[in-house]
């Protein structure tokens, strides 16, 4: 089983819409989790940590069940701009990052 | 504050030949890693350096990859002799992870592109 799994979509939406995705983590051990942004032909940024209670950062909201092991971001008001692959990353200990193969999010005029 | 440096940004190679690829963290970072990002999934760990030590590299192959960060700073990956699945994105990346969750940020560099023919 992978580490981190996700939807690879990719989820096509009109501007303006939400759009939603999850991520599922095998270890249960895991500390800390994040989501990452990767433009095409680029390298990964960090979007937004993922805090236990739940965190928005305007117009992302990111979630964490830690009973279910999944972890979810929510985008509103989607621009053009949002355009991107999303990759869900756990830290499992020892200061590294495991990364999904990401999440493809297509915004369209 | 300058970013992570990478070079080459691309290089084409034969099979079995060999290549080596550069990194310069951001300034102060003590850790520094290696991925290797397959096109279609996500960034692979190859390696970690805790200054000039290495904290894992059990997904890095050994019998034909090496790294080595001598003094601590800039690091270079090598690949010796290179086969065709090797052909993806390097990425450096560094960190100065304090403990606090927000100091598990890694700052990546623009990558390496190589393909292997």
């Known amino acids: 089983r992978k580490e981190v799994e996700q939807d690879p979509g990719p989820f096509n939406v009109p501007e303006g819409a939400t759009v939603a995705f999850n991520c599922t983590y095998s270890n249960s051990a895991s500390q800390s989790f994040f989501w990452y942004r990767q433009d095409c032909r680029k390298e990964p940024k960090l979007l937004m940590s993922?805090?236990?209670s739940g965190n928005e950062d305007g117009r992302f909201t990111a979630q964490l069940n830690r009973a279910s092991q999944y972890i979810s971001l929510l985008i509103r008001d989607s621009k053009l701009s949002d355009s991107a692959t999303y990759l869900c990353v756990v830290n499992p200990g020892d200061y590294k990052l495991s990364f999904g193969a990401g999440t493809t999010v297509t915004v369209r005029a | 504050e300058a970013g992570v440096a990478q070079s080459p940004r691309y290089k084409i190679i034969e099979k079995r030949q060999s290549v080596a690829f550069w990194c310069n963290p951001i300034s102060g970072h003590a850790t520094l890693y290696w991925y290797q990002q397959i096109l279609g999934q996500g960034p692979k760990l190859l390696i970690q350096?805790?200054?000039?030590?290495?904290?894992?590299d059990s997904q890095l192959p050994k019998d034909r990859f090496s790294a080595e960060r001598l003094k601590g700073v800039d690091s270079t990956l090598k690949i010796q002799p290179a086969k065709l699945e090797d052909s993806a994105v390097y990425l450096c990346?560094?960190?100065?992870?304090?403990?606090?969750?927000?100091?598990?940020?890694?700052?990546f560099g623009p990558g390496t592109r190589l393909t292997v023919t």
């Open positions: 350096f805790q200054n000039n030590g290495v904290v894992d």
């Open positions: 990346a560094s960190s100065s992870p304090t403990g606090e969750v927000r100091t598990y940020e890694q700052y």
């Open positions: 993922v805090y236990s």
